[in-house]
């Protein structure tokens, strides 16, 4: 049935008018971005085997009228009305062209401060939150897709506490997600047990806010529905390629792209199951791909139709692309290894240490054979000509992967048979092919006769499809249940786990959930954000089973 999805998503998001199949979006997009036959033809041969993906923007506006090309974008707020507005309009001129944006809010004054001009009180950044959100409304119905937003407050802003509090309801700014800035110190603070220090003091009101009443905040809204997510700041900044260029205060909507103000970025994956040779990843097949697709990802930012000059002048300044992985569960369940394991823990972070090497090796080249990026040499990379600050992260790939028909990203499976709904109504009832055949092997050993062996099967799905889990069902061999984990069977402790092997060998960041149980506490809640922070990652999205009503993956639903 997967093949309905995904012709389904190619109908519906990717070819245009005159297409009729992802041949044609391939030949599209190769042809708009090779420069000379033999690249286009490259190009079009590593999308064409779903070896490599750019980004949707890419696959759905190449060649075509709307010239748009990347992902992810972040604009400066300041504190005035014309900044606040022109962010305003600029967020919808991308959101129109299939980009998403983020935001941090903190320079607005905050609420029931004065305001000289108009002899009143200022409103705050999160009633202003509320016109991006409500735009972002108007514009979704016209695109292909619904815009996102990163809304993102600092942990030292007077208006911390509503700014949390803003999503508790659910369908409150529903086209963002939002994320508290926190820095080191702020984190010292929970982890020394300094809850009763303040945080931060109203100037006009004098209220005052300590890290217990932000950490509280925090935890109880992930509690409550899996928001906000959590940004570390210093980590974001130490890595950041262009220190000179300015501090990094944002993310775009799902996390992976920390950038500068006006900064865009176009993200590309590499589909790893592709790459699996009997018991072992093709390296050398790897590392060609990864070159490959570093050269497209950098003839994008010149071929892309920026949606503000501004935006193309800080994009072309540092030149940053965003390579990664998907397939990442997939990958480990063909090679026999859990996910949740030493072993490919191991792997993983071998895999993706190949891949930046070889995507640093290919920016090198093409530095030397063209340029360096422009502001390379105050650079963190001025000792070695590279032609791009930042080349990999990991991007959720939610759309593409269902184009390449692989897990996404770096997440674990949610499901191995399960409903899913898409846009107008329709359902699909998936079953992961590895899982069925697996199964039907476990089957057929444990079972004499083929009725009770296909009436097992079809017990084994149905439970999965109500309860989501194979764990409980005690007649499959156990190294089968230790393999088909989904990602509420996997500790909280070993999602992260994951994530911390990936990003120290990724340059930007990493859009990842870490699934708690549904009777996951507060408690819980605080220790995966202090164990995600002592594990050096820059940021942390949680979300506990069953606290969301709207989610896209129905598990109990009948087809
Ligand atoms: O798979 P696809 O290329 O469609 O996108 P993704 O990897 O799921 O998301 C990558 C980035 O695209 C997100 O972090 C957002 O910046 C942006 N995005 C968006 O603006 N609107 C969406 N509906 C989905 C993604």
Same mark, same amino acid.
């Given at each position: 049935?997967?093949g309905?999805l995904?012709t389904?998503i190619?109908a519906?998001?990717? #070819?245009?008018d ?8 391939c030949?599209r =997009?190769?042809?708009a971005?090779g ?12 999308m064409h085997s779903?070896r *490599?993906l750019p980004n949707?923007?890419? #696959?759905m506006?190449a060649?075509t ?8 974008f972040?604009?400066?707020?300041g504190?005035?009305? &014309? ?6 309009k600029?967020?919808?001129?991308i959101h129109?062209?299939?980009g998403?944006t983020g935001?941090? *809010?903190s320079?607005?004054r &905050?609420k029931?401060?004065p ?9 705050g950044p999160v009633s202003?939150?509320?016109?991006f ?7 979704r119905?016209?695109?292909r897709?619904?815009? /996102?937003?990163?809304?993102i407050?600092n ?10 509090h803003?999503k508790e309801?659910?369908?409150?700014l529903a086209?963002?997600?939002i994320?508290?800035m926190?820095?080191?110190?702020f984190?010292?603070? $929970?982890?020394?047990?300094?809850q009763?220090s303040v945080?931060?003091t109203h100037?006009a009101?004098g209220?005052?806010?300590?890290v ?9 809204g ?13 980590? $974001? ?13 944002a993310v775009?909507?799902c996390?992976?792209q &920390?950038l500068l103000p ?12 592709? *790459?699996v040779k009997?018991d072992?990843?093709?390296? =050398?097949g #790897?590392k060609?791909?990864?070159?490959i697709a ?13 949606? +503000?000059?501004?935006i193309e ?7 940053? =692309? ?9 990958t +480990?369940?063909?090679?026999g290894?859990p996910?949740?394991? /030493? ?7 071998h895999v993706?240490?190949c ?5 640093v090796?290919?920016s090198h080249?093409?530095a ?7 502001a390379w040499d105050?650079?963190?990379w001025?000792?070695?000509?590279m ?7 990991i ?7 269902l184009?390449a028909d692989?897990?996404?990203g770096?997440e674990?499976?949610?499901s191995?048979a399960y ?6 109504g329709s ?5 992961? &092919?590895?899982f /069925?055949?697996?199964l039907?092997?476990?089957?057929r050993?444990r079972f ?6 296909d009436?097992?099967?079809n017990?084994?799905i149905?439970?999965l ?14 190294s089968f249940?230790?393999?088909y984990?989904t990602a ?13 092997? *990936? ?6 960041? $990493?859009s ?16 995966a954000?202090l164990?995600a ?7 942390i999205?949680c979300y506990r ?11 109990g639903e009948?087809?």
């Amino acid at each position: 049935m997967t093949g309905s999805l995904t012709t389904h998503i190619l109908a519906a998001r990717y #070819l245009r008018d005159d297409e009729n199949s992802f041949t044609d979006v391939c030949r599209r =997009v190769a042809d708009a971005i090779g420069e000379t036959q033999r690249e286009k033809e490259t190009f079009f041969s590593e999308m064409h085997s779903l070896r *490599f993906l750019p980004n949707s923007p890419t #696959l759905m506006n190449a060649g075509t009228e709307n010239g748009q090309l990347a992902a992810c974008f972040t604009l400066p707020i300041g504190d005035s009305l &014309p900044t606040i507005f022109d962010a305003l309009k600029w967020g919808a001129l991308i959101h129109q062209s299939g980009g998403g944006t983020g935001y941090n *809010f903190s320079k607005i004054r &905050p609420k029931a401060s004065p305001v000289r001009e108009l002899d009143g009180m200022a409103s705050g950044p999160v009633s202003f939150m509320q016109i991006f959100n409500q735009a972002t409304e108007i514009i979704r119905q016209g695109g292909r897709r619904r815009g /996102a937003n990163m809304g993102i407050l600092n942990a030292d802003h007077p208006d911390i506490l509503t700014f949390i509090h803003a999503k508790e309801r659910e369908g409150d700014l529903a086209n963002f997600n939002i994320s508290v800035m926190v820095t080191d110190a702020f984190m010292a603070c $929970i982890r020394d047990g300094k809850q009763d220090s303040v945080w931060t003091t109203h100037p006009a009101t004098g209220d005052e806010v300590t890290v217990g009443d932000i950490w509280d905040a925090i935890t109880g809204g992930i509690w409550k529905n899996g928001e906000p997510g959590v940004l570390f700041y210093n980590e $974001i900044n130490h890595h950041n390629p262009t220190p000179l260029l300015g501090e990094i205060d944002a993310v775009n909507p799902c996390g992976e792209q &920390p950038l500068l103000p006006f900064e865009s970025c176009v993200l590309g994956s590499v589909n790893l199951t592709r *790459f699996v040779k009997e018991d072992h990843i093709d390296e =050398v097949g #790897l590392k060609q791909t990864t070159g490959i697709a570093v050269r497209m990802l950098d003839r994008i930012i010149d071929k892309n139709t920026y949606p +503000l000059s501004r935006i193309e002048t800080a994009t072309k300044r540092t030149r940053k =692309v965003g390579l990664g992985v998907m397939g990442v569960h997939d990958t +480990l369940l063909m090679l026999g290894i859990p996910y949740d394991s /030493a072993k490919g823990r191991v792997l993983c972070g071998h895999v993706m240490e190949c891949i930046t090497t070889a995507a640093v090796e290919t920016s090198h080249v093409i530095a030397v054979e063209s340029d360096s990026f422009p502001a390379w040499d105050n650079s963190r990379w001025n000792k070695c000509p590279m032609r791009n600050a930042a080349l990999t992260c990991i991007a959720p790939t939610g759309s593409i992967s269902l184009l390449a028909d692989c897990s996404p990203g770096i997440e674990p499976v949610y499901s191995y048979a399960y409903t899913r709904r898409h846009t107008a109504g329709s359902s699909f009832a998936m079953l992961h &092919p590895l899982f /069925a055949q697996d199964l039907a092997t476990a089957a057929r050993d444990r079972f004499s006769s083929q009725p009770e062996v296909d009436q097992e099967i079809n017990a084994v799905i149905s439970h999965l499809r109500r309860t989501g889990t194979v764990q409980d069902i005690n007649w499959l061999p156990a190294s089968f249940r230790r393999l088909y984990k989904t990602a509420t069977d996997i500790s909280w402790k070993d999602h992260i786990r994951m994530q911390a092997v *990936f990003q120290p060998r990724v340059h930007a960041a $990493i859009s990842k959930t870490i699934n708690m149980p549904h009777s996951a506490t507060d408690d819980d809640i605080a220790a995966a954000i202090l164990f995600a922070w002592g594990s050096n990652l820059k940021g942390i999205t949680c979300y506990r089973t069953g606290s969301r009503r709207e989610v896209v993956y129905a598990i109990g639903e009948e087809t």
